[in-house]
């Protein structure tokens, strides 16, 4: 159990709906990141929050992709219209200004 | 922006082998950095880190990583993997402490019995 803990674990849909992915972060940790990762490629930032503002947007998170952390604790990223394209593991990590991230289990989203 | 560089993509070996994976980034400030390990069907856990200090770095089951900042380079040895050690390891690197980690492509390492 890493503390981290994100839900749904797997999303199957259909091309052209909208996905929201849930982390929990543990608990005291005030940084949250979010990161994408494709079949044999590591993975990739894509967003971070510092408690509820988003300091960082990667160029990889387009105008379908929304992350949120309304009370600086856990967070959402949604896609709307989800393309072929957007499957892939989507990863959420915290940590508490030591570096070091905690990685939660990953959600795996396909798109059909 | 930083990358890094991850020069196998899978290793093959036997069991009592000695394992090394290299690792090269590319930015020139200071740097912290990062080897995870990701066991099949299990997230991304870390196995050891380097801030400062002594460059060779030692971590979790028997892992170790050498900081040669002249080369730009963190790689990752242990002298006798056990089958356990399948499993896919990254290398990242964060500009300072706190940033965000740019991670590898990954190398895939798998250990025969």
């Known amino acids: 159990d890493t503390g981290v803990s994100q839900d749904p674990r797997h999303k199957i849909t259909k091309r052209g709906q909208n996905v929201t992915f849930r982390c929990d972060p543990i608990?005291?940790?005030?940084?949250l990141y979010w990161y994408r990762q494709t079949l044999g490629q590591g993975p990739e930032f894509l967003t971070y929050?510092?408690?509820?503002?988003?300091?960082?947007k990667s160029r990889l998170l387009s105008d379908r992709f929304s992350a949120e952390r309304p009370k600086g604790s856990f967070s959402t990223l949604e896609i709307q219209r989800t393309e072929q394209g957007d499957s892939a593991m989507y990863l959420c990590?915290?940590?508490?200004?030591?570096?070091?991230?905690?990685f939660g289990e990953g959600s795996r989203l396909t798109v059909l | 922006a930083q990358s890094v560089s991850q020069h196998n993509h899978h290793v093959i070996l036997s069991e009592a082998a000695s394992l090394e994976l290299g690792c090269n980034y590319s930015?020139?400030?200071?740097?912290?950095l990062f080897w995870y390990v990701q066991y099949p069907g299990q997230h991304l856990q870390l196995l050891l880190k380097y801030f400062s200090g002594d460059p060779l770095v030692k971590g979790i089951k028997g892992f170790e990583a050498e900081f040669i900042k002249s080369k730009f380079s963190f790689n990752l040895r242990k002298p006798s993997v056990q089958w356990s050690d399948t499993a896919e390891y990254f290398c990242a690197v964060a500009k300072a402490a706190g940033n965000k980690l740019t991670f590898g492509g990954g190398t895939r390492v798998l250990v025969k019995p």
């Open positions: 929050f510092q408690n509820e503002a988003q300091l960082e």
């Open positions: 930015y020139g400030g200071t740097v912290n």
């Open positions: 608990s005291e940790h005030n940084r």
């Open positions: 990590a915290s940590h508490l200004n030591t570096g070091e991230l905690f």
